[in-house]
């Protein structure tokens, strides 16, 4: 069964403190891997999509990293702002077949940024 | 560049009545979801179009739900009767073609719907 865990399910840091966020998947065979912002009562923001070819992607002071063979992902936030408060979610999608680009979407982690 | 739309932002009905979402999505994007979205996870996929056809319907509850994306553009979801386990955000998004294609997938900002 596809799965997509992360860790942990809420974390709390100092405003200009740096974090690391985990997702860890099964999804086979897989396509790539996104992580989404999603701010309280909006809709989730993409931050990041990279494929199995890729290592890490950075956007501004967010970045990803795959490591395709143990199937993990790591979202890295430098220098934390209140703004970052907000839901992170790891989604991972499956290639080809029948259920071509499906997305399986963790659970999320809950980031609160305290100033 | 607009963003995906939707409406209404908030609904609040009884149990057994029913509910219509509406979306549109980004000019030219074929791929059209709906997601369900329950407080504390992540979302669910309800169906997905590719231009005005179902490509995975595979977890909508089509005794209650039902979507369509006629002439491939806007899309209703429509839940009639509602359940109180219904209550959730429903999540309109786009892409310009499937997620395998490494797509980006746009949200909207959702349509909360509360039963009672």
């Known amino acids: 069964k596809n799965q997509v865990e992360q860790s942990p399910q809420s974390l709390i840091i100092l405003e200009g403190k740096n974090c690391t966020l985990q997702?860890?998947?099964?999804?086979?065979?897989?396509?790539?891997l996104r992580w989404y912002k999603q701010d309280t009562g909006r809709g989730p923001v993409s931050l990041t999509i990279m494929t199995f070819s890729e290592n890490t992607k950075s956007n501004g002071r967010y970045t990803a990293t795959l490591d395709a063979d143990t199937k993990q992902s790591s979202l890295h936030i430098t220098a934390s702002q209140l703004s970052d408060s907000a839901s992170y979610i790891c989604?991972?999608?499956?290639?080809?077949?029948?259920?071509?680009?499906?997305?399986?979407f963790g659970q999320g982690t809950i980031l609160t940024v305290h100033p | 560049e607009a963003g995906v739309a939707q409406s209404p932002r908030y609904k609040i009905i009884e149990k057994r009545q029913s509910v219509a979402f509406w979306c549109n999505p980004i000019?030219?994007?074929?791929?059209l979801y709906w997601y369900q979205q329950i407080l504390g996870q992540g979302p669910k996929l309800l169906i997905q179009f590719q231009n005005n056809g179902v490509v995975d319907d595979s977890q909508l509850p089509k005794d209650r739900f039902s979507a369509e994306r006629l002439k491939g553009v806007d899309s209703t979801l429509k839940i009639q009767p509602a359940k109180l386990e219904d209550s959730a955000v429903y999540l309109c998004?786009?892409?310009?073609?499937?997620?395998?294609?490494?797509?980006?997938?746009?949200f909207g900002e959702g349509s909360w719907l509360t039963v009672v």
């Open positions: 989604v991972v999608s499956v290639a080809g077949g029948t259920s071509y680009g499906k997305l399986t």
């Open positions: 998004a786009s892409s310009l073609g499937p997620p395998g294609s490494g797509n980006t997938i746009y």
């Open positions: 997702c860890n998947y099964t999804v086979s065979p897989f396509s790539n």
């Open positions: 000019s030219g994007h074929a791929t």
